[in-house]
Nanobody, 128 residues
């Protein structure tokens, strides 16, 4: 059974940086793409970026490029999301997700239904 557990959220001030973690367990993720989404109440889940577990290639959405870094630690089976220069509008629940996506895939990674497993989310609240 695959489990994804996010951690690292909390209350931060605008301008701060934060690193979220997603601990993955239950299988080998070598053919997986893992991704980060965020969601605020009443809005659709927003894709932030993805990383191919094997090789580490990343795919970031343009709106967060320069503010967000995604990385993974193979030995720890953990994916990270670094958020820099946080803004009030970055307040959201942040989710990690993953699924087996072949290396030959050329479509978009921003569709939530592409992924099989989801974490429970971690809340990030940015205050002024």
């Amino acid at each position: 059974q695959v489990q994804l557990v996010e951690s690292g959220g909390g209350l931060v001030q605008a301008g701060d940086s934060l690193r979220l973690s997603c601990a993955a367990s239950g299988r080998s993720f070598s053919n997986y793409v893992m991704a980060w989404f965020r969601q605020v109440p009443g809005k659709e889940r927003e894709f932030l970026g993805a990383i191919r577990w094997s090789g580490g290639k990343t795919y970031l959405t343009d709106s967060v490029r320069g503010q967000v870094t995604i990385a993974r630690d193979n030995a720890e089976n953990t994916m990270y999301l670094e958020l820099n220069t946080l803004k009030l509008e970055n307040t959201a629940t942040y989710y990690c997700t993953g699924g087996p996506i072949p290396a030959t895939y050329t479509g978009t990674y921003r569709v939530p239904s592409l992924y099989l497993y989801w974490g429970q989310g971690t809340q990030v609240t940015v205050s002024s």
